[in-house]
């Protein structure tokens, strides 16, 4: 058979940058990213796109803004700042998706201009998507302001919106050209997203770290009580386990192996069943929690370390378990999203476990009546040990 | 100033296969392809997107397509054919785009499964764009129809959609896994769509492969003659200089050179003026004559090389001025797309010249009153020489 074979690699970089105050005048973490991208020729524009929870939570934000980019000349602003709802809606609606490439259109941001997003990783996803495909591509910049997307969603490389009522069914693998994690965003969180975002570093230290589970162990109350200094270790550490492992990696998901996705397939039934009530931080500790007990009942992990893992849980606030993970019968919810799992990976299961804490494994096959067992093993230890 | 470095890169393989008779019972091109890429846990679904135009001029094509499939278990075929308008008002009219989404979510055409594209550079522009974000990707095979989709477009990393007006507006970088040319498609192509697909040929010999350009000018009335060996070599020829273009170079275009767009700055404006009535080869081929002879009036080409690039063109059967393309005024068309390319570029102008015929140079100016000249003197040669 003739044929040309074609082979290349795309190399890909960006920095995660920490901070305080990214729009105070003497920060200049910005600016001084934006001159060294800077070219010759001309200057860039860049155009924002802010989360309207975010604009009004933070007092002064949009003068803020424009007040720095009327100092620090590294490109030039838009000063229209463009507002989209926070949280899921601005991805179930199509519109937020359209009107934002039509500021983009409007304003002439084309493949040499940036696109900056402040938000939520909902507003993140959109606006990353947008910048994605408007000119095959814009550079974009992602400011994050939960915990969740500060440590774990907006320093990864993907994107999305919902369409046809399906979560994230549009999107693309598109890096950023820059993160800007500032932690005074987090001063206005809900206490709910404040925590949500902590299930992902316990996730991430079960399957790659142990001694950062110990570390959360030990600052489980100083997380609670919204303590900024151990928020900011914990972020830092998140993020730079969930950069190693995309950069080790597979990082546009390519095969069908998904390790970071510990806790996570009975979170998504969760989360879609009951409508996004359960934040998806909230619905992945009560997943980790299940598939912990899993793995301890199926004999792979012990039971001193399956008591530590949910304690850890507990102690940071969450619920550990939901009448919708229990299989009740056949066709109980969980069991359908077990089965919808196995489809989206195209035939065979895959699904972590843990050996040990700081260490995972993939089975293949989940045995439906230890995974009862270890429903009821959750719902007792939850009665035993109240909030 | 603190942060975390993130890099990795991204591996890109695909073949590009050469074939006649692709839906043949006996042809096992295709086939060997989805064995090659099966896993064993579940046979891969595989939806058809089809060219109107290439549906009605190939006789008995969606037979073929549903025998191919039930004799080849290589992948499992959706029966329903998707058919979308040849040309470009597939990429014009976005509910193309939309209800070809549909249809894969109707037929549940996930990550796992292939979108195959039959058709010009129009329809796989469009079905690589929607195979590119439904699922974050979808694993695509194009099977380009026309010749300018053969040798340039089809096996290249881009897609697109035209959206506000503007042509491609929407898009991605997203690599096919495998692109079948089969020459057979080419029978049925009028005239202007054979023809048109040279011009990317010379325009690659050109700048890269002087033997290519003497090869070319030896075969021209083969060519014309719809000879199919001499067709089948160039369409091989260039697509092999294409592919080792983007492989050394900077596939997904994050720099400002485009060294491939030889002749292509006043070929865009002029498609567009014309709303498309002049071909993208058409316009090529008239673009490639004027920058040539700006190269010789501005020094940098011998007259004789010259008059070799412009008879070339002519007697592969293209015209080559356009009155769009003079420069009469100050305002006239070609002076106002010359300054929309330079902002389109980010403020610096770089634009390819001929040093000598497979030598390619950049530069970043262009003398208005040498490119009047240029105009003037092809005018001329047209005049001695007509068709
Ligand atoms: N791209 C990825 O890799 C990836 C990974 C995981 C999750 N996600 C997505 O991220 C989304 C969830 O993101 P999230 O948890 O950040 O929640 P979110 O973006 O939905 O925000 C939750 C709420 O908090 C508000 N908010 C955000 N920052 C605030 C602040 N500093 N002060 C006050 N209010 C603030 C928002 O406006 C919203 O109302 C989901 O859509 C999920 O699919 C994406
Ligand atoms: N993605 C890229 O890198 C890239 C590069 C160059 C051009 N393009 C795009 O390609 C498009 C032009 O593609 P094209 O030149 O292949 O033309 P086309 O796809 O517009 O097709 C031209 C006409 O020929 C018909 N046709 C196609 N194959 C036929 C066949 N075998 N027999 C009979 N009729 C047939 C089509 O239905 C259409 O009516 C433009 O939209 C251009 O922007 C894309
Ligand atoms: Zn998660
Ligand atoms: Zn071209």
Known sequence: MEYLQQT????????????SGLFDLGNTCMEDFLLDNA???????ILFVVDEDVMKATT?????????????????????????????????NEDHFHNFLNKI??????????????????????AGYAAAVAHRGIKHIRIPTTVLAQNDSGVGVKNSINYFGKKNFLGTFAPPVAVFNDDNFLLTLGNRDWRSGIAEAIKVSLIKDPVFFEWLEQN??????????????????????HLNHIASGDPFE??????????HWSAH??????????????????????DTMYSNLAGFLSAEETQRVIALIKKIGFAITHPLLEVASDDSPIL?????????????LTIMLLKRIGEGFEVHDIDTDILRQAGEAINEYAALNPA
């Open 269 to 290: 039934k969760l989360e879609q069943l009951t409508n996004f009530e359960v934040l998806h931080g909230e619905a992945v500790a009560m997943g980790l929690a299940l």
């Open 8 to 19: 290349f690699s795309v190399k890909f970089e960006y920095k995660v940058f920490f901070t």
């Open 39 to 45: 070219t010759t020729e001309s200057v860039k524009k």
């Open 105 to 126: 259109n409007e304003y002439g941001i084309d493949r040499h201009s940036y696109v900056a997003a402040i938000g939520g990783g909902s507003v993140l996803d959109m």
């Open 220 to 241: 489980a109350e100083a997380l609670t009580a919204r303590d900024m200094e151990a928020m900011r270790y914990l972020i830092k550490r998140c993020a730079q386990l």
């Open 60 to 92: 002064g934000l949009a003068d803020k803004i424009r007040r720095y980019f009327s100092i620090h000349k590294g490109a030039q602003l838009v000063p229209d700042l463009i507002l989209v709802p926070g949280g899921e809606s601005v991805k179930n």
């Open 336 to 348: 359908v999203g077990l089965n919808e799992f196995r489809e989206h990976l195209g035939g065979q």
């Open 254 to 263: 390519k095969g069908s192996s998904r390790p970071l996705d510990f806790g």
